[in-house]
């Protein structure tokens, strides 16, 4: 496939017409003239087409699911299905204010509540807080909850230590210190959990086990009955990392598997748009324990009536304004009631059905550290093309040239070189062997060519290290050190 | 079922033919029995015309706010948002691409971020912004974990007259590091803060930051947040602000803010029952390194052109792990092209413009609702925007909103902590003047009031 991405000249938005010069704000009645804006906002006037044709060659010089296939190994990238899109904006959902009388979004609360009921089945946990905004947020949460548990059971000055695989996602370690946890890692075997490692290192200190299964190496952790045993005997919580749930969906569920809470990620799973960063929606998922300690409100149901509930005193209170995500909320539910009981099932089993089959193939082309049976992605190293000076870097940058997009890169750490591939179930067998072949193509290309990419985008390789050594970060930064950039024509210039 | 798994039966036949494996089934055959669930106990799938008529005959149940009078405000806004800032969000480009770890296959987005960046700079007042946070509150709460950072102690000062949730946000930021969330008493007359608290609790030593807001909870302009930073000295000032507001309003950068966050909702996000919202998030450079979230910098590709990427991602927890400034990882990239498409389809005019406009009818709908009896229009003796506060003698907020509620009318929003156990409080409104609300909207709410505000039952 010849792939040739959009590269257009176009200005930054602030060269697109002339800044006017500085004049006043206009002032408003009554405000202290300290607290008068004396120079309005500096930004350029432009007509609508204007704006939009600019944003439109922006738009184009970037991936999308509907232009590239992600192969971005624990992000999960499938299709956000448009009808979703079409429903968040139905006038019933986008035109409600969190501070409405319940009596008004009776059916916004039903949405939600009805998702809650759905997620709860999914998860095999029963309490459902759909407030926090992403993954990360969840995880937060989620550890305050443990926290303020142990504080009720009189434990939480003992039990100060999270424990995490060293093959956890970055945003486990760095939650459980933001919630003033110390972290413990626990070396992988054979890239699952050491159950031995485990018991050695449990005792009671431990707050709580941080797990994601299957894991960041593709693995489902086969001793996760014998692990959750471990974590509960040292009197710990065990705690669900949902990044990964979609291999499992209607296979098994956290709750059969012994987690004591859970997040799960709607813009993973549940096809909710990754919107170039964001937003999320971080579900939390809570069993009798530590149910009790989830965010308020709850939305409880009474005959036909829905309301929200801020009555749970062991609550930790609020994470987030208002309700959590509920245009992404709607977005989810409407992608579960579509699939339904089979089609979560054949969602992860498609899912482990490419990543094996891909696995399969590009085992051939590069070393897989682990064993070959995978769930929803799997791990390559790329060590081998060191020793013709080619790292894994340049073979993403190869791959972004014939128009998919890399996989994840250099993660987890323990294995030399990863290069970590998840294709998920809205990718086609064509797809998957066009990725398979683009693959085979770029390990197979000269050390030269693979230094070289990407050609065909709108930029060549982009140099990170200069970005960060002197940083360039706003229109501020480069007026300053372009004095003179408004003559200086249209690029923004780079020093 | 919708198709969105390709052909399924025909391709799984193939797939599993070149792995040599008779089903899909002993792909799982690493998931222990004893591990496995039987049916979720959900009900079958349904197909996509099904699924809309399921949907809509649920959100029949909801009354948008265009069925109202709606004087609803706070930190989310109900404003119209211009139809080419939701068909910008619409390209696939932008709200299906991943978080741009790929410059090269990401410079539509990093650009945009790195303009709206800009535009929260130029608002602001300060040097750098990053890429967004969650909403307004967890940037408060990011705000104050980096005043921790760059000053000791452990109480953070926040106006008692903050928004309860933002408050309750604020302590769950609190927790880990084991930081005082402190409220700074307000004048009863004007609502603004109470400096002498400010200045005594400052010579304690044990002040780490100071969180103010502008406009502040009740909606008003407190002239006092000009004497801040003289009475914190090197003690972190973080302010938050509406980034309307700041288009009329003194940068808070230019009277010694340290960090500036802020709800970016209102530039072009529905506010969709309160989700998703923007964070918005200003420091200064010396500060850069210690700040939480992405941030898109300028650089050169290979050539020495322009380009952009992400950028000091050494803070980041992908790379710092537990040492990482925070654990934000997905953030509102969309919504942040959303702020700055809206602001450049408006246009810096066309914003204050309409600063101005909603500050005069607010003076308009005051002006109706004042001499009530039963209500204090507004309650507090202090300048303001678009919003203020009433309060309510003879009736509670509760009783007198549902009144208005029956004559569809939206009439502002309960400050009070709903929570059981809250101490009582006096019955206090924010009214907000909505760019919908007309003339006879205001008419039509001061009628009403009138009767709603009455004691006893209606």
């Known amino acids: ?495 | 079922m919708a198709r969105w798994i390709p052909d399924e039966a025909g391709e799984e036949a193939g797939l599993l033919e070149a792995l040599g494996i008779p089903s899909v089934d002993s792909l799982f055959a690493d998931v222990p029995k004893k591990a496995r669930i039987g049916r979720l106990g959900i009900a079958a799938g349904l197909e996509e015309p099904e699924v809309v008529a399921h949907i809509d005959k649920i959100l029949e149940r909801n009354r948008p706010l265009s069925k109202f009078s709606n004087f609803l405000g706070g930190r989310i806004s109900s404003r119209y948002v211009p139809a080419a800032v939701d068909s910008i969000l619409q390209r696939s480009e932008f709200y299906t691409s991943y978080t741009p770890y790929q410059p090269e296959a990401s410079q539509g987005m990093l650009r945009t971020l790195f303009e709206f960046q800009s535009l929260w700079v130029e608002l602001t007042g300060l040097d750098a912004a990053n890429a967004s946070l969650y909403d307004g509150a967890t940037a408060s709460g990011e705000a104050m974990l980096l005043c921790r950072r760059l000053h000791e102690g452990h109480r953070f000062l926040v106006p008692a007259s903050l928004p309860w949730e933002e408050k309750s946000v604020l302590r769950n930021y609190a927790v880990g590091p084991g930081l005082t969330v402190e409220e700074i008493p307000f004048d009863p007359r004007t609502g603004n803060l109470d400096l002498e608290f400010v200045r005594t609790a400052v010579r304690s030593h044990d002040v780490f930051g100071l969180l103010a807001d502008v406009p502040n909870g009740f909606g008003h302009v407190d002239e006092g947040l000009w004497d801040l930073k003289g009475l914190l000295g090197d003690v972190p000032l973080v302010v938050s602000a509406d980034p309307l507001a700041l288009t009329v309003l003194e940068p808070p950068g230019n009277y010694g803010a340290d960090v500036v966050v802020g709800e970016g909702q209102g530039f072009g996000i529905a506010p969709s029952y309160g989700g998703p919202l923007l964070g918005l998030f200003a420091c200064r450079r010396e500060h850069l390194r210690l700040t939480p979230g992405r941030i898109v910098g300028a650089t050169v590709d290979a050539d020495g052109a322009p380009a952009y990427s992400l950028t000091l991602q050494t803070r980041e927890q992908h790379i710092r792990r537990s040492r990482a400034t925070s654990n934000i990882c997905t953030n509102q990239g969309l919504m942040a092209v959303a702020f700055v498409v809206y602001a450049s389809v408006v246009g810096p005019r066309g914003l204050a413009a309409l600063q101005v406009a909603l500050a005069e009818k607010a003076r308009t709908l005051a002006s109706a609702l004042g001499g009530i009896e039963g209500v204090q229009a507004p309650r507090f003796e202090a300048p303001y925007l678009g919003e203020f506060t009433i309060e309510l003698s003879h009736t509670s907020e509760e009783t007198f909103l549902d009144r208005l509620r029956r004559r569809r009318i939206l009439g502002g929003v309960p400050l009070h902590d709903p929570r059981p156990g809250t101490p009582a409080a006096p019955a206090r409104i924010l009214v907000a003047a909505t760019d919908t609300a007309t003339e006879k909207d205001i008419q039509k709410y001061a009628r009403a009031a009138r009767a709603a505000a009455a004691g006893g039952s209606a």
Not at chain 1, 167 to 183: D, E, V
Not at chain 1, 328 to 335: I, N, V
Not at chain 1, 405 to 425: G, K, Q, R
């Open chain 1, 1 to 495: 496939m010849t792939f040739r991405q959009a590269r257009w000249d176009e200005p930054a938005v602030w060269d697109l017409a002339p800044i006017a010069p500085p004049e006043p704000a206009p002032a408003v009645a009554g405000l202290p003239e300290r607290m008068r804006r004396k120079e309005r906002l500096r930004w350029p006037e432009l007509s609508e087409l204007q704006v939009l044709r600019h944003y439109t060659r922006l738009s184009q010089m970037n991936f999308g699911i509907e232009t590239s296939p992600y192969a971005l190994g624990s992000c999960t990238m499938k299709y956000n299905p448009r009808v979703s899109e079409v429903l968040a904006r139905r006038k019933g959902a986008a035109e409600l204010h969190p501070n409405q009388p319940e009596s008004t979004v009776q059916g916004a609360l039903e949405i939600l509540w009805r998702l809650e009921r759905l997620l709860a089945k999914v998860t095999g946990l029963p309490e459902i807080s759909l407030q926090p905004g992403a993954g990360a947020h969840g995880e937060y949460a989620a550890l305050l909850m443990v926290r303020a548990y142990f504080r009720d059971q009189g434990q939480l000055e003992r039990r100060t230590e999270v424990l995490l695989p060293d093959t956890a996602h970055g945003t486990n370690p760095a939650s459980a210190a933001m919630a003033g946890f110390t972290t413990r890692e626990i070396a992988s075997k054979e890239g699952c959990v050491d159950l031995e490692a485990l018991k050695a290192a449990v005792n009671d200190r431990t707050a709580c086990f941080m797990l994601t299964n299957p894991n960041t190496a593709g693995l489902f952790e086969s001793q996760i009955l014998e692990i959750a045993e471990t974590v509960h005997g040292a009197g710990g919580m065990l705690y669900y990392d949902g990044a990964n749930l979609n291999a499992i969906l209607g296979i098994t569920h956290p709750g059969r598997m012994g987690f004591d809470v859970a997040h799960l990620n709607l813009h993973k799973t549940f096809a909710t748009p990754h919107g170039g960063g964001g937003p999320g929606a971080g579900v939390l998922a809570a069993g009798e324990a530590l149910g009790p300690y989830l965010p308020i409100p709850r939305i409880v149901k009474n005959g036909r009536k829905f309301r929200l509930d801020y009555d749970r005193p062991k609550s930790i209170g609020k994470i987030k304004s208002a309700y959590g995500n509920f245009g992404l909320d709607l977005r989810a539910y409407a992608f579960a009631i579509s699939h339904g009981e089979a089609g979560l099932q054949h969602v992860a089993r498609r899912s482990v059905l490419n990543s094996n089959y891909l696995g399969h193939r590009l085992g051939k082309s590069l070393p897989r550290p682990f064993r070959t049976l995978v769930k929803h992605e799997f791990l390559l190293s790329g060590t081998p093309l060191k020793a013709h000076g080619v790292r894994t870097l340049d073979l993403a940058k190869r791959l972004l040239d014939e128009g998919v997009h890399a996989p994840t890169i250099y993660f987890p750490a323990i294995v030399d070189e990863a290069i970590m591939i998840e294709l998920p179930e809205t990718e086609s067998r064509r797809d998957l062997d066009e990725f398979a072949s683009a693959f085979e193509q770029a390990v197979n290309d000269t050390p030269e060519n693979l230094h070289a990419a990407p050609q065909h985008l709108a930029v060549k390789r982009v140099d990170e290290v200069r970005a960060a050594r002197e940083p360039i970060l706003s229109w501020k930064d480069v007026r300053r050190r372009t004095p003179n950039h408004e003559k200086a024509g249209p690029v923004p210039s780079v020093p």
